[in-house]
């Protein structure tokens, strides 16, 4: 183990919280399906020209968010796991603990700076 317990039930809170704030997100913009499954809302507006465009412009930014959303309600459910499973905070690509600071300001990453930076 690497981390102490209290840096890890914090991280755990705080992954929680945001897990939260993403599943609200989530409901507010995307109708829910099957578990983590979510699908972008297509509103209907009308059958005018206008109004169909309107439809397809507003399901396109709402599929673009609800990616982003599900790709970060993946993460974070990634790292709850890790924290459970007792291998938190350890790089995927070198298994070297990554930077607390850096888990501190985003608790779902998943690779050290080196290997990010590497990665970019
Ligand atoms: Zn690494």
Redesign the pocket.
């Known amino acids: 183990m690497t981390f102490d317990v209290k840096f890890l039930e914090t991280r755990k809170s705080e992954l929680e919280k945001r897990r939260e704030e993403i599943l609200r997100e989530l409901n507010a913009d995307t109708v829910q399906g099957d578990g983590n499954d979510f699908s972008a809302k297509f509103e209907d507006y009308g059958d005018k020209e206008d109004e169909n465009a309107a439809e397809v412009v507003d399901f396109e930014k709402n599929l673009s968010l609800e990616k982003t959303l599900e790709i970060s309600l993946f993460n974070v459910d990634k790292a709850l796991r890790k924290i459970d499973e007792g291998n938190y905070g350890l790089?995927e690509?070198?298994a070297?603990p990554i930077d607390p600071k850096r888990l501190e300001a985003f608790p779902s990453a998943t690779?050290?700076m080196?290997?990010k930076r590497k990665s970019l």
């Open positions: 790089c690509s070198c070297k690779a050290c080196d290997c």
